[in-house]
């Protein structure tokens, strides 16, 4: 069973920085198209961004929802098993639980692929 743990949220001004990592149990993580959700109160789960598993060992091509296009930046090593998200000029709108996943592509529709999530690393920026 793949096992994702997230880690690196906390409580943020307006306009600062975070980075957040998520380390993958799963053998074969250089093979998966990976992102990031998130969830904010109250809202369903929303895709963030995504990073391609074709590329060497920093993967490929990335994917951003317009949401946090130039603000954010995903990347992976997977000599490290491991997906980040760096996170700047964060806005209060980006207040969420983040969590990262397997991604596919449909059309324009990122969808987890593995059907469990981790824990989740809470983000709170405060204007």
């Known amino acids: 069973q793949v096992q994702l743990v997230e880690s690196g949220g906390g409580l943020v001004q307006a306009g600062g920085s975070l980075r957040l990592s998520c380390a993958a149990s799963?053998?074969?993580?250089?093979?998966?198209?990976m992102g990031w959700f998130r969830q904010a109160p109250g809202k369903e789960r929303e895709y963030v961004a995504a990073?391609?598993?074709?590329?060497?060992?920093?993967?490929?091509?990335?994917y951003y929802t317009d949401s946090v296009r130039g603000r954010f930046t995903i990347s992976r090593d997977n000599a490290k098993n491991t997906v980040y998200l760096q996170m700047n000029s964060l806005k209060p709108e980006d207040t969420a639980v983040y969590y990262c996943?397997?991604?596919?592509?449909?059309?324009?529709?990122?969808?987890?692929?593995?059907?469990?999530w981790g824990q989740g690393t809470q983000v709170t920026v405060s204007s």
């Open positions: 990073i391609s598993w074709n590329g060497g060992r920093n993967g490929g091509r990335t």
């Open positions: 799963v053998r074969t993580f250089s093979t998966y198209d």
């Open positions: 996943n397997a991604v596919r592509q449909s059309g324009s529709v990122w969808s987890p692929t593995f059907g469990s």
